[in-house]
């Protein structure tokens, strides 16, 4: 059967289409990103594997000709705003992020009206004209740190709300929020850690802050993936409560510990949609090229910069991104 181009489907095999890609990198000097949600064989092809704000670093930071972001539209975009002078593409042109498409910079700019003064933090998990219509971005590895920089008591924060829930508890600031959410976190319930405590019983469980409120205060610790793979170094046992291409990572990385879904129906479709012959598509002919129209780009890349500056050295620190215990625990 031939695809949506009429094109005949890759019959190579997983490890001829790998080798295809480490020689595609090599001779187009490209850089290849993946996200912690991606796919093992996608994974596995990738220069770096991180979260959205390892993979922004990894993108500012690069002297490669090409980048291939494997992830989702907003994460190619935000590597195309740090590097206008080089060429982004993206392995799949449907990837895109459903909380992302949740506020549109009319809204936006009507929120803005709404709380005349308050400074606006926007998720990373946004188009680049929400980005540009901000003070500065976070992910969740920083949002708390952000905000607490930030000189201002009142902030609005879009588009997640579960993520502004989780930053005002651990900052006390009055964080006002959009009404957005990621469908794969929100769907967690008590039910689901109720289960999962019963099923393992004494092990840590651990929760990504886009995760409903309820369901963080019931977890031993709340952290990004990053801050998740940090934790899963100091646990040999952990429930996990992200998308499952995250828990399939941790169990690859040490086969000699145990991490456990907190459910099983926790999958991103739109981060599963890049395969390896997507991949290997993008980097031989180098599409689908990432365009951020130049009316927005200058203020969409002030926002990501301000974010960089403000996290510098958040990664270990007491927000999401090192895994902040929920109670009085220690994380370590
Ligand atoms: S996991 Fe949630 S936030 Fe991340 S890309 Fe999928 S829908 Fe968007």
């Not at 799949?92 to 992020?97: E, I, N, R, V």
């Not at 459910?263 to 999958?267: I, L």
């Not at 510098?312 to 090192?322: D, E, I, L, S, V």
């Given at each position: 059967m031939r695809d949506a181009e009429g094109r005949s489907p890759d019959t190579r095999s997983a490890a001829e289409l790998t080798a295809e890609v480490s020689r595609l990198k090599a001779e187009k000097g490209a850089l290849v990103l993946a996200h912690n949600y991606q796919i093992t064989e996608v994974q596995l092809a990738a220069d770096e594997l991180g979260d959205s704000l390892k993979l922004a670093r990894a993108a500012a930071g690069t002297g490669a000709r090409l980048i291939v972001l494997c992830g989702v539209r907003f994460m190619a975009e935000s590597a195309k705003i740090l590097n206008p002078d080089r060429k982004v593409v993206i392995p799949?042109?449907?990837?895109?992020?459903p909380m992302a498409d949740m506020i549109t910079v009319d809204e936006l700019r009507a929120f803005k009206s709404e709380h005349r003064g308050a400074p606006v933090v926007c998720y990373v998990n946004t188009s680049a004209a929400v980005k540009a219509e901000s003070d500065v971005c976070c992910t969740s590895s920083n949002a708390v740190e952000v905000v607490e920089a930030i000189d201002a008591e009142r902030v609005l924060f879009v588009p997640d709300r579960n993520l502004a829930a989780y930053v005002q508890s651990k900052t006390g600031k009055d964080v006002i929020p959009w009404r957005g959410y990621c469908y794969v976190h929100d769907q967690f319930t008590l039910e689901d850690v109720a289960l999962a405590r019963a099923e393992h019983p004494g092990v840590p469980l651990v929760v990504h802050p886009e995760c409903r409120p309820e369901v963080v205060a019931a977890a031993d610790f709340a952290a990004s993936t990053d801050g998740m793979v940090k934790l899963a170094a100091r646990h040999d046992e952990m429930v996990v409560g992200t998308e499952v291409g995250l828990v399939d990572m941790l169990n690859r990385l040490d086969p000699s510990k145990r991490f456990h879904p907190l459910?099983?129906?926790?999958?991103c479709r739109n981060m599963k949609r890049t395969t390896l012959p997507l991949l290997v598509r993008a980097l031989a002919e180098e599409r689908h090229e990432v365009v951020v129209p130049p009316d927005v780009m200058s203020g969409a890349r002030r926002a990501l910069e301000r974010m960089l500056e403000l996290s510098?050295?958040?990664?270990?620190?007491?927000?999401?991104?090192?895994g902040a215990p929920v109670r009085g625990r220690d994380a370590a």
């Open positions: 799949s042109d449907t990837a895109g992020c459910s099983a129906f926790a999958v510098a050295g958040a990664t270990g620190g007491t927000g999401a991104g090192g």
